[in-house]
């Protein structure tokens, strides 16, 4: 039997995910539906195959290996696995680096 792992969002995670809905809810309230649907869907998923998602690349590259991602076009949901816990870290759009947004939150943490 398969082991359910229970998914939980990290509060920059769901600013992340509030801002992309209020973004595209400004053009478009049902594509904001939709999204907001599609995003909570698929990374609830998580909870039975959280080994489905890949490495983060960039990460990977410098032998950081415990971050997961989904990609959910045009945005990636990082992740991690720890024990019977997935955390959703961040939501971000695909087109950024994900170099550049760890570092602008680590700056803006201290």
Same mark, same amino acid.
């Given at each position: 039997? @398969? =082991?359910n792992y229970k998914v939980l969002w990290a509060k920059a995670a769901e600013e992340d995910l509030k801002?992309?809905?209020e973004y595209i809810c400004v053009d478009s309230p049902s594509a904001a539906r939709d999204s907001l649907k599609k995003i909570? @869907? =698929?990374s609830s998923n998580?909870?039975?195959f959280p080994q489905r998602g890949r490495v983060v690349p960039e990460l990977k590259d410098h032998g950081i290996l415990q971050y997961r991602e989904l990609i959910i076009p045009p945005w990636r949901v990082i992740y991690r696995i720890s024990e019977e816990q997935v955390y959703v870290l961040l939501v971000i759009d695909s087109r950024r680096n994900v170099e550049d947004?760890?570092?602008e939150?680590?700056?803006r943490k201290k």
């Open positions: 039997m @398969a =082991k801002s992309i809905i909570k @869907a =698929k998580l909870c039975s947004v760890l570092l939150r680590l700056v």
